[in-house]
């Protein structure tokens, strides 16, 4: 759950940059929502390689 909860707070850091950029018009809040939803994916992509690495030991372990 530790990878979730990383998640929840990237996302949440995210929050302010958002909202200046939709609310407020700024266009450099636009480019650090960028850089923050590509760095989202990578964590993503961590998640995932992680949950396929749980699932592999899990199996291997029934075997």
């Known amino acids: 759950m530790e990878k979730y909860n ?3 707070r990237f996302v949440q850091g995210l929050e302010p940059d958002f909202q200046k950029f939709y ?3 700024q266009s ?9 939803l590509s760095e989202l994916r ?3 992509q961590d998640v ?6 749980v699932k592999a030991q899990r199996k291997a372990e029934k075997q």
Do not use: I, M, P
């Open 28 to 36: 450099a809040a636009g480019t650090r929502v960028r850089k923050g």
């Open 6 to 8: 990383e998640l929840v």
């Open 42 to 44: 990578k964590l993503c």
């Open 48 to 53: 995932r390689n992680d949950v396929q690495a």
């Open 23 to 25: 609310e407020k018009g």
